[in-house]
């Protein structure tokens, strides 16, 4: 059982590096900040497909880590 806990947490965990780094940047540092003022403003729409899906990704996927390291606490400790 603890094997098995355990593997899942790294295979969750290699899973959620790769979605984080895969994610365009939300900004471009601090020549976003000066000129690209008016688009954090005004509203760039994040597209529906490729940053849509990886940030479902990230979110299903840190919750399971979440859960699965506090069930190998809970269980072990």
């Known amino acids: ?3 098995a806990l355990m593997v899942v947490l790294l295979v969750t965990s290699v899973i959620l ?3 984080i ?3 365009s940047s939300k900004s471009d540092g601090l ?3 000066i000129a690209g ?3 954090q403003l005004f509203g760039k729409k994040k597209s529906n497909g ?3 899906i990886l940030a479902r990704i990230t ?3 840190s919750a ?3 859960i699965v390291a506090l069930v190998i606490v809970a269980i072990f400790n």
């Open 1 to 3: 059982m603890h094997t």
């Open 17 to 19: 590096i790769l979605s």
């Open 21 to 23: 780094l895969l994610q």
């Open 31 to 33: 020549s976003g900040s």
């Open 37 to 39: 003022g008016a688009e």
């Open 50 to 52: 490729y940053d849509a």
């Open 59 to 61: 979110t299903v996927v």
């Open 64 to 66: 399971i880590y979440i």
